[in-house]
């Protein structure tokens, strides 16, 4: 496998010009089913396993399952903004020093795992009851000054989850430890 293969496994987020309905809700299911996914994904796996990095220079497995709960955490903070304030610049963070952090690099899965089932439960209800006026809402990303809409962010998300669940799916795969 190339490194932008095992970079991007399912390659960048790709999000369509004109956003439908079926879209928003097939991106919602992916929120939706993503932590118990990954629970039945790691659930058999060793302290040793969780931290085998999916790549040379990457995070390991448990690093990126911490990474996807704060990640989500700190989006779904951003829709309450967005449907809360007037064009808000968001607060960005670094992930990379985060998954540094001993929460990140030794805490037992099981914490964010948990963590997720309960913010994407709460993160789905809130998006299944927005209008199309409210998923036109926007926030401005302080990086480079980028309006996201709120329906650009679900698709960014679903696209997320399945990003890092396949991160940990393929090195799983390589490994012998998944049929």
């Given at each position: 496998m190339t490194l932008e293969q095992l970079k991007y496994p399912i390659g960048q987020v790709n999000i369509p010009e004109s956003i439908t309905q079926k879209n928003i809700e097939d991106w919602i299911f992916v929120l939706e089913t993503f932590p118990q996914n990954l629970e039945f994904l790691t659930r058999d796996l060793s302290d040793n396993q969780l931290d085998t990095v999916y790549r040379e220079k990457g995070w390991s497995i448990r690093q990126v399952i911490h990474h996807c709960y704060d990640s989500h955490h700190n989006s779904y903070l951003r829709f309450k903004w967005a449907l809360t304030e007037d064009k808000p610049i968001i607060k960005a963070y670094f992930e990379e020093r985060w998954a540094e952090l001993p929460d990140s690099k030794s805490a037992p899965i099981f914490?964010?795992?948990?963590?997720?089932?309960?913010?994407?439960?709460?993160?789905?209800?809130?998006?299944?009851?927005?209008?199309?006026?409210d998923l036109e809402a926007y926030f401005i990303h302080p990086a480079n000054n980028e309006k996201v809409t709120l329906k650009e962010n679900i698709a960014i998300y679903a696209w997320h989850c399945n990003h890092h669940f396949a991160h940990i799916e393929q090195l799983m795969l390589r490994k012998g430890w998944k049929k």
């Open positions: 914490l964010s795992i948990d963590a997720l089932k309960s913010l994407h439960a709460k993160w789905v209800y809130l998006l299944k009851r927005l209008t199309k006026k």
